[in-house]
T-cell receptor, first 114, second 108 residues
Framework: GAVVSQHPSWVICKSGTSVKIECRSL??????MFWYRQFPKQSLMLMAT?????????EQGVEKDKFLINHASLTLSTLTVTSAHPEDSSFYIC??????????FGPGTRLTVL | EDKVVQSPLSLVVHEGDTVTLNCSYE??????LLWYKQEKKAPTFLFML????IEKKSGRLSSILDKKELFSILNITATQTGDSAVYLC????????FGAGTTVTVRA
């Protein structure tokens, strides 16, 4: 149980384009989903908390207009990186909140911006 | 600002050895401490600890929390090459703060 999927697993795009990443909880309802980014050899940095049916809460320093988050249903949250630049290249991971504090992570999306 | 410090940053052991990983924390809102294993992709859940002094075990892995001294340890006994991974400690209340991780390499 507690499976989270992400799509795509890997994406390459040109600078200036937008990229959408989907995160789905497959066998549980996630009223809350979290979006993280991870740079090579670094830990996970929380970007935003996404609650179903309401606006996402962004961590300090994360531009909400650049990283658009939509959590339209209990099983789907999307992250859109708008006008992507090479410095946005990273590993993006979502998680769904299962129990009180347990988070179950998706397999991640590797974004490369050329 | 929440702080989660893991040590050592990395270690190399041989199959059959025992490893002990440390995680210390200073957070404003504590409810639980979680351990994750990360291989090539996203982290997989190992343990969640909320009470001091109660050891959690899963096969060769075990973990314990000390809420007075604000730390936790993760033990892996009889290590195997498949245990090679980054082990992440996360602490929080609703939102999690992650440590930098400990990279464990198990050589055959």
């Amino acid at each position: 149980g507690a499976v989270v999927s992400q799509h795509p697993s890997w994406v390459i795009c040109k600078s200036g384009t937008s990229v959408k990443i989907e995160c789905r909880s497959l066998d549980f309802q996630a009223t809350t989903m979290f979006w993280y980014r991870q740079f090579p050899k670094q830990s996970l940095m929380l970007m935003a908390t996404s609650n179903e049916g309401s606006k996402a809460t962004y961590e300090q320093g994360v531009e909400k207009d650049k990283f658009l988050i939509n959590h339209a249903s209990l099983t789907l949250s999307t992250l859109t990186v708008t006008s992507a630049h090479p410095e946005d290249s990273s590993f993006y991971i979502c998680s769904g909140r299962g129990g009180v504090d347990e988070q179950f992570f998706g397999p991640g999306t590797r974004l490369t911006v050329l | 600002e929440d702080k989660v410090v893991q040590s050592p940053l990395s270690l190399v052991v041989h199959e059959g050895d025992t490893v002990t990983l440390n995680c210390s924390y200073e957070v404003t809102n504590f409810r639980s401490l979680l351990w994750y294993k990360q291989e090539k992709k996203a982290p997989t859940f190992l343990f969640m600890l909320t009470s001091s002094g109660i050891e959690k075990k899963s096969g060769r892995l075990s973990s314990i929390l000390d809420k007075k001294e604000l730390f936790s340890i993760l033990n892996i006994t009889a290590t195997q090459t498949g245990d090679s991974a980054v082990y992440l400690c996360a602490v929080g209340h609703y939102k999690l703060s992650f440590g930098a991780g400990t990279t464990v390499t198990v050589r055959a």
